[in-house]
Nanobody
Framework: QVQLVESGGGSVQPGGSLTLSCAASGFPFTSRNACMVWVRQTPGQERERVALIYTAIGSAYYYASAQGRITISSDNAKNTLYLQMNSLKPEDTAMYYC????????????????????WGQGTQVTVSS
């Protein structure tokens, strides 16, 4: 059983930075068939993928929402996923979730968020002056 717990959200002014953490117990960080994803959602909007990482090899993929200001990483020894966000904008305001994906022989990139295996409870990020 995988349990995901996000933290690090909060209120920040435009241009500021935040680092989100996701403590992932039970997730196989060394498995090449699994990955972790950060997803964000605002009320009334669809979920938006932000970044994905194959934790076993450190290979990351960034979606358009990341806009070059976001870095995903993991500390496998600490069973923790991170999302470093810089130059934050009001449009980055959202609930941020981490998710664990077991893709089997397929690519994590081909898995729809509705099929992600485990989700955390989310951490709120608010960017406002």
């Amino acid at each position: 059983q995988v349990q995901l717990v996000e933290s690090g959200g909060g209120s920040v002014q435009p241009g500021g930075s935040l680092t989100l953490s996701c403590a992932a117990s039970g997730f196989p960080f060394t498995s090449r068939n699994a990955c972790m994803v950060w997803v964000r959602q605002t009320p009334g909007q669809e979920r938006e993928r932000v970044a994905l990482i194959y934790t076993a090899i450190g290979s990351a993929y960034y979606y358009a929402s990341a806009q070059g200001r976001i870095t995903i990483s993991s500390d496998n020894a600490k069973n923790t996923l991170y999302l470093q966000m810089n130059s934050l904008k009001p449009e980055d305001t959202a609930m941020y979730y981490c998710a664990a994906v077991f893709a089997g022989t397929s690519s994590c990139l081909l898995v729809d968020p509705s099929d992600y295996n485990y989700w955390g409870q989310g951490t709120q990020v608010t960017v406002s002056s």
